[in-house]
């Protein structure tokens, strides 16, 4: 099997045939970690998902959803105003609700 893909790819020596498959997975790790999903996809489009249990163990435990929020530009202004801002000495009702 090493032997056929390693013609395949024309590569002469061992060493190179490891450091490219070990690139090519540090890569995958990478991606799952990011919790990117890996696929191959057709000249059509049609798309098949890498699904490799080893690398799934390194993927997050779940996928947080991407919010975006149409912020206006009144909004946005109050924003960096409050950012901007010393902050807030706490009140004494956040003072006892966080001492429980």
Same mark, same amino acid.
């Given at each position: ?21 070990? %690139? =090519?997975? &540090? ?6 970690? @990011? ?10 489009? *049609? ?15 779940? %996928? =947080?959803? &991407? ?6 530009? @009144? ?10 801002? *010393? ?14």
């Amino acid at each position: 099997m090493v032997r056929g893909l390693k013609q395949e790819l024309q590569l002469t020596s061992n060493t190179d045939f490891l450091s490219d498959a070990v %690139a =090519l997975f &540090r890569w995958a790790v990478w991606e799952r970690k @990011r919790g990117h999903r890996i696929f191959s996809e057709t000249e059509t489009g *049609e798309r098949k998902e890498l699904m490799f249990p080893r690398l799934e163990r390194v993927a997050p435990e779940l %996928a =947080l959803p &991407r919010v975006e929020i149409p912020w206006t530009p @009144r909004e946005l202004e109050s924003l960096a105003d409050l950012a901007s801002r *010393e902050p807030a000495n706490p009140t004494e009702t956040l003072i006892r609700a966080m001492r429980g």
